[in-house]
């Protein structure tokens, strides 16, 4: 078992209305010094068997086409952890 | 950082030999020539983008332009008109000292290709329109055309759309009371997102785009400007620095409802409190649109400093800046004693506001980069002087062969059962079919004053709480009646919204449109948007129903395939007490019902010889427009004096489409007789306009017989309210809940 | 004698006038709050309305929560002073921990619009004492964030303690647990539900009934026999 994330984010040049409202509201709750948010998605996918460069590249079609909108979406795909068999 | 000379007004005249790259913005040799004619040398970059982006066609109007005069050449006289078109939006009188705007506009292409902000931003777009003139907007409508709605491409758009413009509107608080979604092949990767709004000021709030008075400032409030819908802009920012790439411009762009709600707030506060001498949203076109059309129909001139212009992305070149479509923006003209107000009630609502210019004396539209002039321009070469085309157009010659092929030719029904069963499919199929799965994703309630909201023939809202005063809108256009006829199918469109708002007991006062098509370098698509443009403009003389404004959308059309020709019509109403108001459901059994207008074999177009035949072809239903304003006058005139409880328009699915509506909303049955005269078949099934079927209470029956005849209005008894089937005397019975799983399942299984 | 009804404006509020509407029918006198004003200014009672404060953004509620005039209203309502939650309010009223429990996403993750039936579980509430326990209503209803959740042992003490003030009937419109359409704090002064009495005040308007208009009516009676 190996826990993969997907981490979908708006592509920079997109406007992210969620973080901007986050982002202007730090300061009234005394938070200083945070020049920018921007909010995105993460995804764990618990996945069966080894995560070989096969099962990489299926998640990877997977993020593409389901997971993140790639018109306004980036997302990045990493192995976060592995548990061994039986634990 | 090495950067070639900025191309200020006074480098372009020393340097006529640049070549600026015209064709990649989209101006034609010609084009570009009139520019340099009328600047008296090359324009620079900055000034290239504004001509552009301003002569584009979705700016200048210059293929549709020739054929939309008539709006105002056969425009009826009409006292309600308060403001025509040309402005943001029309305004029109509905009494009391209430002035109401409305609009309709298209956002077809961006829905496409994002559907969620697609159509949230299209929502976005129109509701500035609307705050613009002044008005609070109180009400949204959403006319939708899709592709096939068992396409794959249908349900990654249609749930797309529908949640992009619940998601905006819901969240600006703006109940969305009508609109229509219609289904057909030839939307396939073109669909419709048309957006409507109503707003509503009193008389002396009225609000017009224009920069007058030398010394006031301009202000630009709202979102930071990004590098949003630039598209060929990038090119000449790419010629300014030839180190520094641009950062990557957005393919697409975000609405931000909240954003939008705070400025329909500040800008209206700002309103009441008179700081205001003219307006404009930035939408297409930007700030080129806003300052050009803000100083060309002021009386002074203008100067702009572009470096003060908040900007989400640093890397913007002035030419970028001047073509972002950034949405949730606005520009202010402001009497400078005013300013430090409007810049307070900005904060307030934590709105960013720029003072980014002032109104001058002289006649030109001058803007600042750095220092130097990079524009300097007559605005009005730029706002209203754009090329003008006489596009050829032809009748195209399938047209003959196309209304020969007579859809009453069509076998039809030749058993009771058979007709059971062609019923049936009908109230299911998808056009037909209950939309309560999409409208129940838009708030109808939010403000208070919904009076009614589809599934009605009209959206009523109530504009006076003490006196009762109410507006209505409807929205309609049929693609295949205006395929086999394109003058008659327009009219249509206007006698099925008219006919739909006097339905619900408001009068109808005037006309937004939104013309849909395909491209008009194909002359038969040309003679289709003109055979309309005709139609439209005729009819709306002969209803005394001015058009007080709208929008074209050209191009519609999937390589030579264009689109069915589809002018949507969204006509407005005023009811003087909304208590008088008229709803679609049967209310109480016993009731007589009447078949209002006469019924002929008409089938060309029709949704039976859709669903029943896959067939398109014939003529569309013949258009009396006199009968329509009898038809309208007669409904008003009940409706006020309290003869009939329920109505309802009759128009695609006929008359049995009708009653079942009406008797599902109202959960109460219907017995009916065939009429003498007719067979079952023609009186069920065909869509003759100018008809409507009502409700009466037994003791106004005589009251309003004679009413009818006294007018020459054709009535017929066809009924009674009654139980819970639809049985149709001697044919067959349907019980409401047959009726119901066949009306209301349809959409969920294709779509949830 | 009346009463002073206060309504808070975040930004992003919507049904603001339309509570303000509902509280004049009912014969009280509405009083607009700012979310940036820390004064209540001496009301007898607040309404949080509906809307999408802050766009819903990060959560809904989330961010209007911690506005200056929040922290006087949780002082105040834990003191006593009688506050309604709708919809968006009851969102601020569960961010800020006056209610138990919280909102998810409604189950099937499309905004709903609707007539919502539902019981009323509590008519001892400041807000419901204008009905009587059992009786049905007609609401409308209208979010996306609708879904009521918290832990079980919550749920089961909000049970046990009466405090499940309204429980929606024959469609459960989001998912939420044990048909939750609205609860009450302890002392019965804060009450929050998902659906909107505000648009349920008048004949003609809307879905045409006026099942709302007894919140309005019940604190105003509590307010003026005080």
Not at chain 1, 8 to 25: C, F, N, S, T
Not at chain 3, 179 to 207: K, Q, R, S, Y
């Amino acid at each position: 078992m190996a826990r993969v994330v997907v981490d979908v984010m708006l592509k920079p040049e997109i406007l992210d209305p969620q973080g901007q409202a986050v982002q202007r509201a730090l300061p009234r709750l005394g938070f200083e010094g945070v020049s920018d948010v921007r909010q995105g998605k993460r995804f764990e996918l618990e996945v069966d068997g080894p995560v070989d460069d096969a099962a990489l590249a299926r998640i990877h079609e997977l993020a593409e086409s389901f997971l993140a909108n790639t018109v306004i979406e980036d997302f990045t795909v990493k192995v976060e952890e592995v548990v061994e068999a039986g634990k | 950082m090495s950067r070639t000379p900025l191309d200020t007004v006074e480098h372009a005249a020393a340097t006529p030999d640049v070549e600026l790259p015209w064709a990649e913005l989209g101006l034609k040799k010609d084009e570009y020539e009139r520019v340099v004619e009328i600047l008296g040398r090359r324009p620079t970059g900055a000034e290239l983008a504004m001509y552009s982006v301003m002569w584009s066609e979705h700016c200048s109007y210059k293929s549709s332009k020739v054929h939309l005069r008539q709006f105002g050449e056969k425009a009826p006289q009409s006292d309600a008109l308060l403001v025509g078109i040309g402005e943001n939006a029309g305004v029109v009188d509905v009494g009391q000292g209430y002035a109401v705007t409305f609009k309709v506009e298209s956002h077809n292409h961006p829905s496409y290709v994002e559907p969620y902000q697609g159509a949230a931003t299209g929502v976005g777009g129109i509701v500035r329109d609307i705050i613009a003139m002044g008005a609070r907007p109180v009400a949204v409508v959403d006319p939708l055309r899709f592709g096939a709605a068992d396409h794959p491409d249908t349900k990654r758009v249609l749930p797309g759309v529908v949640a992009g413009i619940g998601g905006y509107g819901n969240c600006l608080g703006l109940p969305n009371i009508g609109g229509e979604v219609v289904f057909d092949a030839c939307y396939q990767g073109n669909p419709l997102v048309n957006a409507g709004a109503i707003g509503v000021m009193r008389h002396e709030d009225i609000h017009l785009a224009k920069a007058s008075g030398a010394g006031n400032k301009v202000i630009l409030y709202g979102a930071r400007t990004g590098g949003d819908g630039i598209g060929g802009a990038s090119i000449l920012a790419s010629e300014t620095f030839d180190d520094a790439k641009p950062s990557k411009r957005p393919a697409v762009q975000v609405g931000d409802p909240f954003q939008e709600k705070l400025l329909i707030e500040c800008t209206l506060e700002a309103f009441k409190e008179k700081l205001v001498v003219g307006i404009q949203d930035l939408g297409a076109a930007g700030l080129s649109c806003a300052t050009s059309e803000l100083a060309s129909n002021g009386s002074g001139g203008m100067r702009v400093t572009l470096d003060d212009v908040p900007l989400r992305d640093s890397t913007l070149s002035p030419e970028e800046i001047l073509m972002s479509e950034s949405q949730e923006r606005m520009c202010a003209v402001v009497e400078p004693d005013k300013v430090d107000r409007f810049l307070e009630i900005c904060d307030k609502w934590d709105v960013i506001a720029t003072v980014i210019g002032e109104v001058t004396d002289g006649d030109r539209l001058e803007i600042f980069w750095h220092g130097g002039k990079i524009v300097d321009v007559d605005p009005r070469t730029v706002a209203h002087d754009g090329p003008v085309y006489e596009r050829p157009y032809a009748r195209p010659d399938w047209q003959d062969a196309l209304q020969a092929d007579d859809a009453n030719k069509l076998p039809r029904p030749e058993t009771s059962e058979e007709l059971r069963e062609q019923v049936l499919k009908l109230v299911a199929s998808p056009n037909q079919a209950s939309k309560s799965w999409i409208t129940s994703q838009y708030d109808h309630f939010v403000q208070g004053n919904t009076v009614l909201a589809q599934p009605e023939d009209s959206g009523m809202i109530r504009v006076d709480e003490s006196t009762g005063l109410g507006v209505a809108i409807a929205t309609d256009g049929n693609g295949r009646y205006a395929k086999l006829d394109p003058y008659h199918g327009a009219q249509l469109a206007l006698a099925e919204a008219y006919r739909n708002v006097a339905t619900t007991g408001a009068k109808p006062l005037a006309v937004s449109d939104c013309l849909n098509f395909g491209s008009p370098e194909d002359p038969a698509v040309m003679w289709q948007f003109a055979e309309a443009v005709r139609g439209l403009a005729d009819a709306c003389q002969q209803l005394g129903t001015p058009v007080t404004g709208g929008n074209v959308s050209l191009y519609n059309q999937t390589g030579e395939v264009a689109i069915h020709p589809t002018p949507v019509v969204a006509v407005l109403g005023v009811i003087d007490d909304v208590a008088r108001r008229t709803p679609v459901a049967f209310q109480e059994e016993g009731q007589l019902l009447y078949l209002l207008g006469d019924t002929r074999e008409e089938f060309g177009g029709s949704a039976w010889s859709q669903v029943v035949h896959d067939h398109l072809g014939g003529l569309p239903p013949q258009v009396d427009l006199e009968r329509e304003r009898l038809l309208a006058e007669i409904l008003i005139s009940a409706s006020r004096d309290g003869m009939i409880d329920s109505a309802h328009d009759l128009s695609d699915g006929g008359l049995i489409q009708a009653v079942v509506e009406s008797a599902l909303l109202g959960g109460k049955g219907a017995r009916l007789i065939v009429p003498d005269g007719l067979d079952a078949f023609t009186f069920l099934l065909s869509e003759s306009a100018g008809r409507a079927v009502v409700a009466v209470p037994r003791s106004e029956e005589v009251r309003f017989n004679d009413m009818c005849g006294a007018r020459g209005l054709p009535v017929t008894r066809i009924g009674v309210v009654d139980g819970d089937t639809v049985d149709i005397q001697g044919e067959f019975t349907l019980t409401l809940e047959e009726l119901r799983t066949a009306h209301e399942g349809t959409i969920p299984a294709l779509l949830a | 004698m009346t009463a002073r009804i206060g309504v808070v404006t975040f930004p992003g509020s919507l049904d603001d006038r339309d509570t303000q509407r509902a509280i004049r029918l009912a014969g009280a006198e509405p009083v607009a709050l700012w979310h940036k004003d820390k004064d209540l200014h001496q009301v007898d009672a607040v309404v949080l309305c509906g809307g999408f404060s802050y766009g819903d953004y990060l959560r809904a509620g989330a961010i209007a929560r911690f506005s200056p005039v929040m922290e006087t209203l949780i002082e105040q309502a834990k003191a006593g002073l009688p506050v309604l939650g709708i919809c968006n309010g009851f969102q601020i009223l569960t961010e800020a921990h006056l209610l138990p429990g919280t909102m998810l996403r409604n189950d099937h993750l499309h905004f709903i619009c609707r007539d919502q039936k539902l019981r009323v579980e509590n008519a001892e509430t400041s807000w419901t004492t204008d009905y009587t326990a059992g009786q049905e209503i007609h609401i409308p209803l209208k979010n996306n964030d609708g879904q009521y959740v918290a832990d079980e042992y919550t749920l089961d003490q909000l049970e046990a303690e009466g405090r499940v003030a309204f429980r929606y009937l024959d469609f459960n419109p989001n998912g939420s647990q044990r048909d939750i359409a609205g609860v009450t704090n302890e002392a019965g002064n804060v009450v929050g539900l998902m659906p909107h009495p505000e648009h349920a005040v008048e004949p003609l308007i809307g879905t045409g009934r006026t099942d709302g208009l007894p919140f309005f009516t019940s604190i105003l009676k509590k307010l003026v026999n005080a």
